[in-house]
C-alpha cells in the first residue's frame, strides 16, 4: 500500500511487528502470572513462538531497490529493543516480574543477562546482518526457536532414554530438535520464496537438514548446556550454513 514511501511503509511495519510481538510477550506473561502452565513450559512457549511470529513479518518491510538495507535495519530495531529490555530486567534496573517468570527457569532477575538476552541478539542480528533474502537467517532463528524450544518440551516428556555422553539430554529430545527445526526451515523457505526473497530447491532442503542435524548436535553436548544453548544453537547454525548454502 505504501510501496512508493519506503519510510512510511516501514514505519507502518515496525508498528505492526512490534504489536504482535508485545501481545505475545504480555499472553505469556499473563499465563505466567496465573500459572496455566509449568514455569518451564511457559518459558519455552515464549521462546517458540515469539522469534517465528517476528520472522513472519519480515515481508511487510520495504523491498525498495533504492532504500536498500533500511527495511532490514528498522525491522532489527523490534528485537534490539527487547535487548536493551533484558539488560534492565537482568540487571535489576527495572523490576517486572512477570517478564522475569515468564523467561527464565527458577525465577532469578539475573537469568536475563544470559538466554533471553542470546535469543533477542540473535534475532536481532540475523535480521540486521542476513535478512530475508538469505536461507542462514531462516536456520538461525528456526533452530532456536522451533529446533530448541521442542526439544525441551518433548525431551521434558519423554525423554526417559538419555544420551550416552549428556545424561541431561534425550534421544527423543534430539531428534524433536532437529524434526522441529528442519520443518520450521522448509515452512519459511516455501513462506519467503512465495515472496520472492528466496529461490527454493533441493540443495536448500538438503543444507537446511545439515544445519539442523549440526545444530541439534551442539545443543546435546555438555558444553552446550555450560554456556547457554541460545548463544550455542544459533552459532553453529550460522557457521554451518556459512558452508551448506
Avoid at 55 to 72: D, I, K, T, V, Y
Avoid at 111 to 116: D, T
Avoid at 211 to 238: G, I, K, Q, Y
Wanted: glycine letters at 8%; charged letters at 15%.
Amino acid at each position: 500500500m505504501f510501496a512508493e514511501n519506503p519510510v512510511v511503509s516501514d514505519v507502518i511495519a515496525t508498528v505492526l511487528s512490534g504489536g504482535i510481538a508485545l501481545s505475545l510477550l504480555r499472553l505469556w506473561e499473563e499465563t505466567a502470572k496465573r500459572g496455566l502452565f509449568d514455569q518451564k513450559l511457559n518459558r519455552k512457549l515464549v521462546h517458540v513462538s515469539v522469534g517465528l511470529a517476528f520472522m513472519l513479518c519480515w515481508p511487510m518491510f520495504s523491498n525498495c531497490p533504492s532504500s536498500g538495507r533500511q527495511g532490514a535495519i528498522i525491522a532489527s530495531l523490534v528485537p534490539a529493543v527487547n535487548i536493551i529490555k533484558m539488560l534492565l530486567l537482568g540487571l535489576g534496573i527495572w523490576k517486572d516480574y512477570a517478564t522475569v517468570k515468564s523467561m527464565s527457569r527458577f525465577g532469578d532477575h539475573r537469568e536475563l543477562l544470559k538466554g533471553p538476552l542470546y535469543y533477542a541478539s540473535t534475532i536481532t542480528l540475523a535480521g540486521a546482518i542476513y535478512w530475508r533474502t538469505s536461507p542462514i537467517a531462516i536456520a538461525a532463528i528456526c533452530n532456536l526457536c522451533a529446533g530448541d524450544g521442542i526439544a525441551d518440551i518433548v525431551g521434558r516428556r519423554f525423554g526417559s532414554h538419555k544420551l550416552p555422553y549428556n545424561r541431561n539430554k534425550s534421544i527423543v529430545g534430539s531428534i524433536a530438535m532437529a524434526t522441529a527445526g528442519f520443518l520450521a526451515c522448509i515452512g519459511y523457505m516455501h513462506y519467503f520464496s512465495s515472496f520472492g526473497y528466496v529461490q527454493e530447491s533441493p540443495k536448500m532442503v538438503l543444507g537446511f537438514l545439515v544445519v539442523s542435524l549440526a545444530a541439534s548436535l551442539v545443543e546435546s553436548h555438555p558444553l552446550s548446556t555450560e554456556l547457554d544453548d541460545n548463544l550455542t544453537v544459533p552459532l553453529a547454525s550460522v557457521l554451518v550454513g556459512s558452508f551448506v548454502f
